[in-house]
C-alpha cells in the first residue's frame, strides 16, 4: 500500500511539473500584412494564437479564412541546411530589419513578426 501510495505521489509531481513548462499564450488580434517578396498583398485585421512547450514553440495566424501555422525549436543557432522561415520587419516602412541588433528604439516597439509559407510571407504587428 505503501508503494502505491508513493507512486501516485510520485507520478502526480511528475505530471505536474511536466504540464507546467507547456503554455498557450492568450489569443489575441493583430493588424495582418501578406507579402510576396516585398510587395503587401493584403493587410488587415487576423487572430493570432501561440503557445510553447518542451523544447519548442508554435504560432497560427487567422487571416482572410486561411490559417497559416507555425512550428520553431527553440534552438540556439539554426542548421546550415535549414533556411531560415521567420524574421521581423518595421511596420511602419514595411522593410526587412536585417541586423536586429542595430534596431533603434523606435523600430523595436513597432515590429512585424514575419513567416514564410511557400512564396507567401505572413506578419503581424507585435504590438
Same mark, same amino acid.
Given at each position: 500500500m505503501?508503494v502505491?501510495?508513493?507512486?501516485l505521489?510520485?507520478? *502526480?509531481? $511528475?505530471g505536474?511539473? *511536466? &504540464?507546467a513548462?507547456?503554455h498557450?499564450?492568450?489569443r489575441?488580434?493583430?493588424e495582418c500584412?501578406?507579402?510576396? %517578396?516585398d510587395? $503587401?498583398?493584403? %493587410?488587415?485585421?487576423? *487572430? $493570432?494564437?501561440?503557445?510553447a ?5 508554435? *504560432?497560427t495566424?487567422s487571416?482572410r479564412?486561411?490559417k497559416y =501555422?507555425?512550428e520553431y525549436i527553440?534552438?540556439i ?8 522561415t521567420?524574421?521581423?520587419r518595421? &511596420? %511602419?516602412?514595411?522593410?526587412?530589419? %536585417? ?5 533603434t528604439?523606435?523600430q523595436a516597439?513597432n515590429l512585424?513578426f514575419?513567416?514564410? &509559407?511557400?512564396?507567401? =510571407?505572413i506578419?503581424?504587428?507585435s504590438?
Amino acid at each position: 500500500m505503501k508503494v502505491l501510495a508513493l507512486t501516485l505521489a510520485l507520478a *502526480t509531481m $511528475v505530471g505536474m511539473s *511536466t &504540464s507546467a513548462q507547456a503554455h498557450d499564450d492568450p489569443r489575441k488580434t493583430s493588424e495582418c500584412y501578406l507579402f510576396k %517578396k516585398d510587395k $503587401v498583398l493584403s %493587410k488587415g485585421r487576423c *487572430t $493570432v494564437d501561440s503557445g510553447a512547450g518542451a523544447g519548442g514553440s508554435w *504560432t497560427t495566424i487567422s487571416f482572410r479564412g486561411k490559417k497559416y =501555422h507555425f512550428e520553431y525549436i527553440d534552438e540556439i543557432e539554426s542548421p546550415n541546411n535549414q533556411e531560415q522561415t521567420s524574421y521581423i520587419r518595421d &511596420s %511602419k516602412i514595411l522593410k526587412i530589419i %536585417k541586423n536586429p541588433q542595430n534596431m533603434t528604439a523606435e523600430q523595436a516597439d513597432n515590429l512585424l513578426f514575419c513567416d514564410i &509559407s511557400g512564396s507567401q =510571407h505572413i506578419c503581424y504587428k507585435s504590438a
